[in-house]
Each structure stands twice: as structure tokens, then as C-alpha cells.
């Protein structure tokens, strides 16, 4: 019971906090069952992500193997992929063509979101990939590396106030990049969540809604985290948001106003709002 409590007590006032506790034994594998049992219910509790999506894949391993040639693995965060497809493996923008696709270790047609895949690649040598920060799309889908991002950000309590010409690193998927973060009004204070424009030192793919952390470049420690707002800014000296946790309706009509005569591609909504396709479209009938 004193075990159960202590946990009650670290988790209270965060998402966890109705998590229902199981109590079992590694030991003498009382329990166990009841654990897995839990862990089914949760998994199915959890409501199932649409395929019908861009497909982004952040890549974690790059590998050559004999009579395969180049694979690289990941889990996929949005969309579908299946075998003959063409891809591009960005920022560096190299193409290569889907030679088959494995799931667990067994030969699959097709991967969806949430799965981990590996993805024979043709057409592409493993030199050319640097893993880091490398993202695995399909060709002619509206993803487009950029240094510039805007954002909501929050620093942790605690951390330190953090300036427009502080030294920080940006984490979003495989990426890990020195970046700089500029608000409105000056330093980013601990406890506040606010618009920014985040300036990074090298290119990132991302899209409106991914979540990222922030930690400090030295010592290197969490300090904070944000939501990707608008991936893909006109100019690199944007102004953040007028607000944080704008709706997708606000944003798109800042995007509309910032834009001007020239208008917005509605292509690159989906990757720009965050949303699939089809709800882009009822967003725009809207």
C-alpha cells in the first residue's frame, strides 16, 4: 500500500493520475496476468488514427544489407506507405523508390501510422542518408524543410529565462539542432505559454501540431517544450502570433492576411494547418 501511495502522490495533477495501478511481482509473477490484462484494456481504449494522411516517417537506424541494399526504420506518425512507392528522404531531398517493407521482422504489403516499420529503399546509398533529423515522405506530398518555425512555447518551472540570443536545442522527432527563440517583448519567462518564432540552425520537417522539446545547450537539462504553429512562415523575420493556442480558423486567416494578394497554395495547408487532407477541405467550406 506504501508503494501504491508514493506512486499516487508523484503522479496526482498530471495525466497519469487516474491511471488505474496493478500490483504484481517480477519476483513471483503474481500480478502479471491482471498487468497485461490492463495494459490490453488501455491499448484498446485508445481510439484508432486515420491512414487517409500525408505519410511522414522520422528515421531512427540506416542500414545496408546483403541482397536488400539500404533499409531505414522508424515508427510512422502519419499516413500509409506501400511497396513500389516513390519517397524522398528529407531535408536533403535524395529520392528513392520502396523496394518491400517489413513490420516486426515479417514481410507486410503496407505500413500505417503508429507502426514500426523498416523500408528497403532503391535507388539511394546508406552514405547518403544522415540519420539525424532525416524524415522518409512520399514524393509530391507538400513537405517542406525550413530553419524557421513559429510556436507556443512553455518553460518548465525552475528553468532560466531564455533571450533571443540564448543558445538552446530543439528536439522534434530524430532531429536535435542549436535554435534560438524570439517573442514579442523580450525573454521567455518560466510558467507562461506564449507565441514565438523559433530560428533553427539547420533545416527541419515539421508540421502544425508537432510537439518538440526544449533543453538548454549547456548543461544540457529540459528547460521546456512547445507546439509547432506554422512550419512554414514566408520570410525568416516573421512575428510570432498574435496568440497562443489559436484555433485552426485563426491561424489560417493570419496565414491569408500575411500572405496578401499572393494568396496561400492550398496544397500546403495540410502540412501548414496540421490537419489530414479531407479536413482541410471542410475547413475551407467553413
Not at 500490483?23 to 484498446?44: F, N, P, Q, W, Y
Not at 518491400?100 to 523498416?118: D, I, M, S, T
Not at 540564448?166 to 506564449?194: K, N, S, W, Y
Request: glycine fraction near 12%; include cysteine; charge should be positive.
Amino acid at each position: 500500500q506504501l508503494v501504491e501511495d508514493d506512486v499516487r502522490s508523484v503522479i496526482a495533477g498530471g495525466a497519469l493520475e487516474r491511471a488505474e495501478i496493478v500490483r504484481c511481482s517480477a519476483v513471483t509473477g503474481d500480478g502479471i496476468d491482471r498487468l497485461k490484462a490492463a495494459i490490453t484494456r488501455a491499448a484498446l481504449a485508445i481510439p484508432a488514427r486515420d491512414a487517409d494522411d500525408l505519410f511522414r516517417m522520422p528515421v531512427d537506424r540506416a542500414f545496408s544489407v546483403k541482397g536488400t541494399g539500404t533499409v531505414v526504420t522508424g515508427t510512422v506518425w502519419s499516413g500509409a506507405l506501400g511497396a513500389d512507392e516513390s519517397v524522398q528522404l528529407l531535408p536533403a531531398g535524395t529520392e528513392a523508390r520502396v523496394r518491400n517493407l517489413e513490420q516486426h521482422g515479417a514481410a507486410v504489403p503496407g505500413v500505417g501510422v503508429g507502426a514500426r516499420a523498416a523500408i528497403a529503399l532503391g535507388g539511394v546509398d546508406r552514405a547518403e542518408i544522415d540519420v539525424r533529423g532525416t524524415v522518409l515522405v512520399r514524393t509530391g506530398d507538400p513537405w517542406v524543410p525550413s530553419r524557421v518555425l513559429r510556436a507556443d512555447v512553455a518553460l518548465l518551472d525552475g528553468a532560466p529565462v531564455v533571450g533571443s540570443r540564448t543558445r538552446v536545442r530543439f528536439h522534434l522527432g530524430t532531429a536535435d539542432l542549436g535554435a534560438r527563440i524570439v517573442a514579442v517583448g523580450g525573454p521567455v519567462h518560466p510558467g507562461v505559454r506564449i507565441p514565438v518564432r523559433m530560428v533553427l540552425d539547420a533545416p527541419v520537417v515539421a508540421r502544425g501540431g508537432d510537439r518538440f522539446v526544449v533543453r538548454s545547450a549547456s548543461p544540457a537539462a529540459t528547460i521546456g517544450g512547445g507546439i509547432v504553429t506554422d512550419p512554414e512562415p514566408p520570410n525568416r523575420r516573421c512575428k510570432p502570433w498574435p496568440t497562443s493556442a489559436a484555433t485552426d480558423e485563426q491561424r489560417l486567416a493570419w496565414m491569408l492576411a500575411e500572405a496578401g494578394g499572393k494568396g496561400i497554395a492550398a496544397v500546403s495547408l495540410p502540412t501548414r494547418i496540421g490537419r489530414r487532407p479531407a479536413d482541410i477541405d471542410l475547413l475551407l467550406a467553413r
